[in-house]
């Protein structure tokens, strides 16, 4: 299993590296200190399960990196770790396809933990992020929200980072059924964005790969 | 001696720290995070000898955070470590007092290697690399 840190901060990668390695044992950690070097190495990579990246690098500004990275590698799991972390950014970098958001004030607990989540599939937001959306009473769950079993299914595998023809594939239903449960789901989760239901879930509590 | 890393990145503290303890492992190494709770700890330590400062603390622009720690701790030598590499940035933090500019962007090997420059008691800067 491969990860890769692209930060121009070489300083950075022996922490992250021992952070990365705590929470991975198995994992191979590779360190690049610009884009153009991040994305080549990662084309190279055999078994790159995670990328940490940086929003910060000398020859890109805000999410430029991030969509690059995913031009030329859909599929790829994208980590952001930043300097910035207002809610703004983080909902820009998130509706951008990352899997979560790393403000770089965080200590090394926290990023372990987030580091892990991620690679269990999950979605990390940072609680600076979940300001920005309407407070739910707690504890409350998707069925007290009137989300029924199989829009829940849908709902989780959306915040895993599932593609509506994967989810349908998963669960052996039409695309067009996928939309429709996502959809209700929003609706009852007063969102109307993976991003938002994103974040309402994880301030809930519910990880996308909880049950 | 004392060192105290005034950052607000704690990532940056862990590897800093390693560097400076394998350097001079006799050196206590303090960290924290945010300007005030810096120049209170750097008043507090008897032994300070070096700071190293990142200048961009929340809450601080400019040379600010430096003119601060140097009318605070005159004894002591304060080193900005920063992000920023502009030549008119290091130009500034040097005549405002600064013993030292280090780069966030040097490698592991030439951070320490700066880092020891300094503990030695002589001075780095980003263009020159170490000053004789």
Known sequence: MDVLLVDDHPILHETLRVVVGSVAPQAQFHGETSLG???????????????????????????????????????????IISATEDSDSVRAALDAGAVGYLPKTSNPKVI???????????????????????HLKTPITLADL??????????KLVTKGLSNSEIARQLSIAENTVKQHAHAAYRALGVSSRTEAMVVLAKMGIRGDAQ | MDVLLVDDHPIIHETLRAMVRSLRPTADFHSQFDLDAGLCEARRLERLELVLLDLGLPGCSGMDALVKFRQAVPNARVVVISADEDHERVR??????????????LRPKAMVDALRTILDGGMFTPSEGPVR
């Open chain 2, 92 to 105: 500034a933090a040097l005549s405002e007092g600064a013993a030292s500019y280090v780069p966030k962007t």
């Open chain 1, 146 to 155: 009137g989300i029924t079993e199989r829009q829940a299914d849908v709902l």
């Open chain 1, 112 to 134: 372990a933990e987030a580091v892990h989540t991620v690679l269990q599939g999950g979605t990390y937001v940072p609680p600076q992020a979940l300001g920005a959306v309407p």
């Open chain 1, 37 to 79: 070097g991040g994305i080549s190495k990662a084309r190279q990579l055999k078994d790159l399960q995670l990328v940490l990246l940086d929003l910060m690098l000398p020859s890109c500004t805000g999410i430029d990196a991030l969509v690059q990275f995913l031009k030329v590698l859909p599929r790829l799991r994208i980590l």
